[in-house]
Nanobody, 123 residues
């Protein structure tokens, strides 16, 4: 059974940093794109970042470019999201995702989703 377990969420002041981690299990993920989405109350789900299976490319949503950095370790089946210069509008539940539903579409839907971790940024 595939499991994605996020950790590292919490409460931080604006301008601060948090690091989210995701531990994946249940299959080999080295051939899958892995990434992060987020969803704030009353808003649609938003793509945050993705790291291609080959390790050759990273993708970022426009709202986080230059502030967030995604990384992954295929030997440990983990993916991380370093979030710097956080803003109140970054407040959301952050979801770890793995294996794009459509190959070549890292910003689209994903097959596997974690349960989510809450990130709250106070002003």
């Amino acid at each position: 059974q595939v499991q994605l377990v996020e950790s590292g969420g919490g409460l931080v002041q604006a301008g601060g940093s948090l690091r989210l981690s995701c531990a994946a299990s249940g299959r080999t993920f080295s051939s899958c794109t892995m990434g992060w989405f987020r969803q704030a109350p009353g808003k649609e789900r938003e793509f945050v970042a993705a790291f291609s299976w080959s390790g050759a490319r990273t993708y970022y949503g426009d709202s986080v470019k230059g502030r967030f950095t995604i990384s992954r370790d295929n030997t440990k089946n983990t993916v991380a999201l370093q979030m710097n210069s956080l803003k109140p509008e970054d407040t959301a539940v952050y979801y770890c995702v793995a294996c794009a539903a459509q190959i070549g579409s890292p910003l689209g839907d994903y097959v596997h989703w974690g349960q989510g971790t809450q990130v709250t940024v106070s002003s």
